[in-house]
Structures are given as C-alpha cells and as structure tokens.
C-alpha cells in the first residue's frame, strides 16, 4: 500500500457492507426465534404421524443452518468493521503526521516528509522529519497488516452449512474474531520510540482513544510514550489492576492446571482477580461474608462437586457463581450493562426461569471481560469451557427449540471491598 491509497481510501465503504450483513444476521436470528417460539414440542404434541416427525427434523435442519448462517455473518460483520476502524486510525495517523510536519516547514514527496532546501532550522527539521516520517510509514504498514488480518479472518468464515454444524459456525467466527482483534492491534506503534508514540496518540480522536483503550488494554498499556495519565485509567481503581486481570484471562484461558472443581467458571474468575491484586476477604473459608481460599486450595486434591473439602478449602463465593455475583454486589460491585462493560469486568449468565434446582435471576456461569471491540462486541475469556476471546453476542444462545431456556448476560464492573 502506498500513501496516496491510504489518504484517499474510503472506509465508509466497509461499513456499508457490514451494516448489510448485520441486518442479514439479524434477520436469520429473528427467523431462528420465530421458530424456537412455537417450538417442535408443539407439533409433536399435535402432530403425532410419520410426517409429523418429518416436519420436526426439518425445522430442526432448518433451524441450525439459520443459526450457522447468523454466526457466520456476525463474525463478518466484525471483521469488516474493524477494517473500517483500523483504516480511519491509520488515516487518522498519517494525515496528523502530514500536517504536523508541514507546520514544521517540511515538504511531502510521493510517501515522504523531507527537509526543503534553505530551512531556517536544518537540524532541528530534520528530527521532526524522522518522527513524522516513521508515523506516517507505521501508519502505511498498520493499514497494510490490518486489511490482511481481516482477509484472514474472512476466508475463515467460508465454510459450507449443509457439511459444517453450530460448533464448526462459532469456532470459525471465534478464530474470525481473534484475526480481527490482531487487525486493531496492528495500528498500534509498537517498537517505535516514546516520542514517536506520544505523537501517534496525540494525533488520535478522543473517540478513537477510548475504542483502543477497549479493545486493545494490555498492549496500549506496555506501550512506551502512553501518558501515565491513561495507563492509570486503563488498571481502573476497583480493588485490582484490570490490565493484569485481562493478561492472565488470556494467558491461562486454556490451562486446565488451575482447575480445580467439576464446573470451574467462577473459580477461574476468582483465581483471575487475585493474581490482579484483590485482596482476600474474611480469615475462614466458611465466612459467611468472605471470599478467599485456604492454604489447602493450592493441593489438587478436591474431589468434584459440592463436598465438605471444597468448602474447606476454597469459599463458596469463589467457586459458585450465584453466590460469587452476590458477594461482589453486597461489597462494592456496580451492575453496569453491557453498554458500559469494559476489560477486566465480570460478565454473569442468569437462568430467565425456574430450571431444576436453579431459580430464574440466579447466575450459573461468570468470565472475565477480555475487550471490548468498535461496534460494540464484547470478548470474554472462561474456564468450563475453555477458551479466550469468545464474543458474547453470539455466545448467549437461542431457547432450546424443543422448549429449554434462554440464558442473558449480566455485566458488573466489580469493586468489592476488603
């Protein structure tokens, strides 16, 4: 790619076409709902012949490749609105390089800034041309890494519904979404001198700011030349460093080493904030208002399921996640929704009915919030499954179509107190 390319792209393209997808996507989902209201159950229920079971196994065919298709198509749609983002970034980048340097009375030749003949200040130019210089050639390669991620991530997505199922669907729009979250990374100035960085972020919108410092915390934050000011801001002030916390979710999103319960979602997001620096609560494990482990906890010796050596050795606010969210609400926590979710909150699933032993509002999976991408998509990382960097919007899942529950996300940005 070359200057004049990047200057006079048109990004707004892009997001054309994954606002065309979305609403694609959103009608696959709502079709797969309509579906899932009236359910199969009730043809079974009235419609007990031979053909009757042939119906149901179609809407249930039926009913998987719109899932597919609607899983594919988000993972799309943030692919192609991470392109639109990563190329204003790097647009954004270049042009402030560009007219930092002609104040400076330096001329722009084909890609380069260079020091005109007869400039009052030679040395001092010629500085100025090499950190305006290399801003704009970061810029150039961060558009170039960013489109080629995206591509990546797209030829993921291309894969046959009627030979592929939901799993296959959401494993390649989790590797899409990872290729994508590697674009945004991309314009990033790593490597590059402090002064260098500085006039990168300077040159950003304040918009622009707060979309990298949610979707990309970890490496803004180990960047040299970030104002302490936004490193600051991105550990937050809730009792633990949610950089840290949102490092260690990645680092050991697939290591089963910590694992230490048949269900390990909330012990994973336990372990998660400690290793981020929140302190214990309470001197016993059977506190009734404490969060902590004993000394024991760090021998693998608990057997699965509830019993009296895992209460004796871990809370039970560290290990279930009803009890968790509630302790953490009770001690500081604040419900901020998904619209306020940000790297190193906690997300919770709650049951919408009664199910079993669980009563609906109680929560039966947590994770770590991981990022928070331009258009909104919300990464998290788990354990029980494993993995890092799900997206959440097409994690939370349909009604079972032969008449299960739907489960919601419920986002807390967690200060619980010591």
């Not at 190329?87 to 930092?100: D, H, M, P």
């Amino acid at each position: 790619m070359e200057l004049h390319q990047l200057r006079y792209a048109n990004p707004g393209s892009w997001q054309a076409a994954a606002d065309d997808l979305l609403a694609a996507a959103k009608d696959c989902e709502e079709a797969v709902a309509e579906i899932h209201a009236n359910g199969s159950r009730r043809l079974e229920e009235s419609w007990t012949d031979y053909l009757g079971e042939l119906v149901r196994e179609r809407i249930s065919d039926v009913t998987g490749k719109l899932e597919e298709i609607g899983v594919l198509l988000r993972g799309a749609v943030t692919a192609l609105d991470t392109l639109e983002d990563a190329a204003r970034i790097a647009q954004a980048q270049a042009g402030s390089a560009i007219a930092a340097g002609t104040v400076a009375g330096l001329d722009l030749e084909g890609d380069v800034l260079v020091v005109p003949a007869g400039h009052h200040d030679p040395e001092t130019a010629a500085d100025d041309c090499r950190r305006y210089n290399a801003l704009i050639k970061d810029a150039i390669d961060a558009a170039d890494r960013a489109d080629q991620e995206v591509a990546g991530a797209l030829r993921k997505l291309n894969i046959n519904v009627d030979t592929s199922s939901l799993d296959d669907a959401l494993r390649q729009q989790s590797a899409a979404v990872a290729d994508a979250l590697d674009a945004i990374r991309e314009t990033l100035p790593q490597g590059q001198p402090a002064d260098v960085v500085k006039a990168w972020w300077d040159s950003l919108a304040v918009d622009r700011r707060k979309q990298l410092m949610l979707a990309v915390p970890v490496e803004l934050h180990d960047l040299n030349g970030i104002p302490d000011s936004v490193k600051k801001e991105l550990e937050g002030s809730n009792g633990y460093n949610a950089v840290k916390a949102v490092q260690f979710a990645r680092d050991y999103a697939n290591d089963t080493s910590i694992d230490k319960f048949q269900n390990n979602c909330a012990n994973f997001v336990s372990t998660t904030l400690a290793s981020a620096g929140l302190d214990y609560k309470g001197t016993l494990t059977t506190d009734s208002d404490g969060w902590n482990r004993s000394r024991a906890a760090g021998i693998n010796f608990d057997p699965p399921g509830p019993g009296s050596l895992q209460g004796l050795s871990h809370s039970d606010t560290w290990f279930n996640a009803e009890k968790q969210k509630n302790f953490f609400l009770n001690n500081g926590a604040q419900e901020v929704g998904t619209a306020g979710a940000k790297p190193g909150d906690l997300v919770y699933w709650e049951h919408t009915q009664n199910v079993g032993d669980y009563k609906a509002g109680e929560a039966h999976r947590t994770a770590v919030v991981t990022a928070v991408l331009p258009n909104g998509d919300i990464l998290y990382s788990q354990h029980t499954t494993n993995g890092k960097d799900f997206s959440l919007t097409d994690r939370i899942g349909f009604s079972n179509q032969d008449g299960g529950h739907r489960t919601s996300g419920s986002l807390g940005r967690r200060r619980p107190g010591s």
